[in-house]
C-alpha cells in the first residue's frame, strides 16, 4: 500500500531523515518507534505532504505522492492525526469532525458521523462542546475521530497516548485496534513502545534519522536489545 524508499529531508542544514526506507501493506498495523527527537514525526509529515524530501520516492496505492499538495494526498486517502491534537478549540465537537470531511462530496458524511459517535461515545455527548474545553483524552478521540471522517485507506498517528493517564491509554489503543479491525490500515508512531508493539504486526525502530531495526512486532518485543533501549529493561 505505502512504499517509502530511500527519503531524505532536511530542515534547513539539520539533515533530519536520512535515507530511510519503510512499507506498510493493506490491513496492517505497522508502529514507528524511537527516542525524543529521532525523526518519527519527519518521517508522518512527509507522507502527508506538509514536507518534502529532497531525495527518494513515496509510492501509495501506486501513486507517486512525494511533491504532491497534502489535500491532494489526503483525498488518496492519507490521513494524518497530528502530534498535540491540533483541534479546532474554538469549534464545537461536531464542527470539527465535520472539517475531518471537508473534501468529501458523497453523500455518506452524515452517516459516517454517527459512526464516529458509536465508536466515540464520549463525543457524542459533547457534540456542542467547544473543543478547547475538552479533556486532553477526549481531544485525542476528537482528533482520531476527526482523521476517520476523511475515511481514510491509511490512517498516520502521531504519539495518540501522548500525556493520558494509563486506563485512557489503554482505551485509546483498543481503538486503534477497532480501526484497523473494521478495515483501515494503520502508521502509529509512539513513545509508548510497550502498548505499540503489542498491537502493532510490524514495527521500525529509528534512531537519528535512520531506521536502524525492522521486524515482526513480537519478535522485537522479546529482543533484548529493543527491552533495553525502550521497553525499560
Ligand atoms: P518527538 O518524539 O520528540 O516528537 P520525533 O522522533 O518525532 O521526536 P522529529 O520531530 O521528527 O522527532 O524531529 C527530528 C529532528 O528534526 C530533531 O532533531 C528535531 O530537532 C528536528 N526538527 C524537527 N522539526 C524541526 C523544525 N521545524 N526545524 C528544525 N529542526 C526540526
Known sequence: MLAVDNINVFYGAIHALKGVSLDVKEGEIVTLIGANGAGKSTILKTLSGLLKPTSGSIQFLGDTIHGRPAQQIVKRGLCHCPEGRRVFANMSVEENLELGAYLRKDKEVKSDLEKVYVKFPRLKERQKQLSGTLSGGEQQMLAMGRALMARPKLLLLDEPSMGLAPLLVKEIFSIIKEINESG??????????????????????????????????????????????YLGG
Open 184 to 229: 483501515t490500515t494503520v502508521l502509529l508512531v509512539e513513545q509508548n513502545a510497550n502498548m505499540a508493539l503489542s498491537i502493532a504486526h510490524r514495527a521500525y525502530v529509528i534512531e537519528t534519522g535512520k531506521i536502524v531495526l525492522a521486524g515482526d512486532a513480537k519478535e522485537l518485543a522479546d529482543s533484548d536489545e529493543i527491552k533495553k533501549a
